[in-house]
């Protein structure tokens, strides 16, 4: 199977969203029904009848075509400043124009047309809202990279060190259980470990922090987005209580107010130099910095790293006993990003996962102007301020680009082919090939993130020659002999 053209490394406008040559115009298939009426049965189909996966699934087969339009969450009954309308875009070729900021503008649109309150991020619209074109966009940008650049000194050590007492942690409720439950605790590590590496922060400093900051920032991410995630309550008190209206912030204002003042007192490094060097008034510094803390690092590595574990405590093909054996034979005696850069097993387990099951399943963008998109069958004409929605579940699973797309498959990102694939690995806001700047979107911890996964994969594989369990449990450890 040969794969559409890929681009240089460093691009993230690739040529598949260049325009298209030779493609028939056709008409973008699909409808947003009557008003009001229309956003609310998508809806109900979206969260209740059908789930994201099947609700896109359905409508792609339904016309015929990887484009279309639909609405998405959320809408009716008191979102009435939100516009559900989309363009979905559910193929790599289409999905790919997503990247190409001449385009698409980047405003507003993390969640869609929905924006949460800013009083959530402290009256202030943080980096991640920002379009390219914004002024502010850079300075915040350059910050985070700027965080990530410092922490690598102290990075591996404090995840080891914070490992060791998660596990510690693990077994001793083991050894009294036949079962444990690790969200917590995996949940407590991260934010122990990224207020230190991110902040330089110390939360044994602040008791209160120490104990409960992992549950303060969980219930502020959950206000935000409350309005556009299902979380599995019983049907219709879902769509009647968490979907029909946004929860005000002053419900968490209290749990922020606390994260704040312990970012603000223990992280004035930190924030001295968004202030100094990068021109953030003290406000945005710390808001940006929060954010990054909560939102990208905390919020993201909570949603991926239990499906990560699953796929290798679950496993009953002899996965883990190959990925224990290049976690040991490789990398040296002391784990770091260079070593975890030898484990190719390794790291193809973590793109696999990622590639399943991004953190973030949807990404927008609103086109700048009046454009041509182009799928691999057809052209669509796009007019400006429409919303293009891709669901990235479906998007990197496209069988012209994955072999066998639906499938787990550890070793896919293992070969030459392998490595090419990763042209069209797209979790992060663009290609994990693709280079973060000041210039696009994409997730200035892409690198981070995966090497840091390896790291975790190579630690647990090293300090125990059997994980038994799921994404929510452990059943069963055995420590290396």
């Given at each position: 199977m040969s794969l559409p053209p890929v681009p240089p490394p460093s691009s993230l406008a690739t040529p598949l969203a260049s325009p298209p040559t030779e493609l028939p115009v056709r008409q973008i298939p699909g409808s947003y029904g009557w008003p009001l009426l229309g956003p609310l049965s998508d809806r109900l189909d979206y969260f209740w009848f059908q789930k994201p996966e099947s609700f896109f699934r359905n409508r792609m087969e339904k016309y015929k075509s990887s484009v279309f339009r639909t609405n998405v969450p959320p809408s009716f009954p008191f979102f009435m400043n939100v516009n559900p309308n989309v363009i979905a875009v559910l193929d790599c070729k289409s999905f790919s124009h997503l990247f190409d900021l001449d385009l698409v503008d980047k405003k507003d649109v993390l969640v869609g047309d929905f924006v949460p309150s800013v009083a959530f991020t402290g009256n202030i619209r943080v980096g991640v809202y920002q379009d390219i074109t914004e002024p502010q966009h850079?300075?915040?940008?350059?910050?985070?990279?700027?965080?990530?650049?410092?922490?690598?000194?102290?990075?591996?050590?404090?995840?080891?060190?914070?490992?060791?007492?998660?596990?510690?942690?693990?077994?001793?409720?083991?050894?009294?259980?036949?079962?444990?439950?690790?969200?917590?605790?995996?949940?407590?590590?991260?934010?122990?470990?990224?207020?230190?590496?991110?902040?330089?922060?110390?939360?044994?400093?602040?008791?209160?922090?120490?104990?409960?900051?992992?549950?303060?920032?969980?219930?502020?991410?959950?206000?935000?987005?409350?309005?556009?995630?299902?979380?599995?309550?019983?049907?219709?008190?879902?769509?009647?209580?968490?979907?029909?209206?946004?929860?005000?912030?002053?419900?968490?204002?209290?749990?922020?107010?606390?994260?704040?003042?312990?970012?603000?007192?223990?992280?004035?490094?930190?924030?001295?130099?968004?202030?100094?060097?990068?021109?953030?008034?003290?406000?945005?510094?710390?808001?940006?910095?929060l954010f990054v803390l909560g939102f990208n690092a905390f919020g993201g590595f909570s949603i991926f790293l239990p499906g990560l574990i699953d796929n290798i405590a679950s496993d009953s093909t002899g996965l883990q006993e190959r990925l224990r054996k290049e976690a040991r034979e490789k990398g040296g005696s002391t784990l770091g990003f260079d070593s975890v850069k030898e484990m190719d097993l390794i790291q193809s387990v973590v793109y696999e996962t990622l590639r399943l099951n991004p953190p973030v399943p949807l990404q927008y963008g609103r086109a700048r102007k009046d454009f041509r998109l182009s799928s691999y069958d057809s052209a669509f004409q796009v007019k400006k301020g429409e919303l293009l929605c891709g669901y990235q579940k479906l998007v990197m699973r496209d069988p012209v680009v994955f072999e066998e797309p639906e499938s787990f498959k550890p070793d896919r990102f293992t070969t030459e082919k392998g490595a090419q694939l990763l042209d069209y690995l797209y979790w992060s806001n663009g290609p994990q090939t693709g280079t973060p700047s000041v210039s696009n979107k994409q997730c200035a911890g892409k690198d981070v993130v995966t090497l840091t996964a390896a790291l975790i994969v190579a630690y647990l594989l090293r300090r125990y020659d059997s994980i038994k369990g799921d994404a929510t449990s452990i059943t069963a450890l055995q420590k290396a002999k």
């Open positions: 850079s300075k915040a940008k350059k910050f985070s990279m700027d965080i990530l650049k410092r922490s690598s000194g102290i990075w591996v050590s404090e995840l080891v060190s914070n490992l060791d007492k998660m596990c510690d942690n693990i077994e001793a409720t083991l050894s009294k259980s036949t079962s444990a439950s690790y969200l917590f605790p995996l949940q407590q590590f991260l934010f122990t470990f990224l207020c230190k590496v991110l902040v330089g922060a110390d939360t044994s400093r602040d008791p209160k922090i120490a104990e409960s900051g992992f549950a303060m920032l969980n219930r502020w991410l959950a206000l935000q987005l409350l309005p556009t995630v299902s979380i599995g309550v019983l049907q219709p008190l879902e769509e009647i209580f968490l979907h029909s209206f946004t929860y005000p912030f002053f419900l968490v204002s209290g749990d922020y107010n606390n994260i704040y003042n312990f970012v603000k007192q223990e992280g004035k490094e930190v924030i001295k130099r968004g202030v100094i060097e990068f021109g953030l008034s003290e406000e945005e510094a710390i808001h940006n910095l």
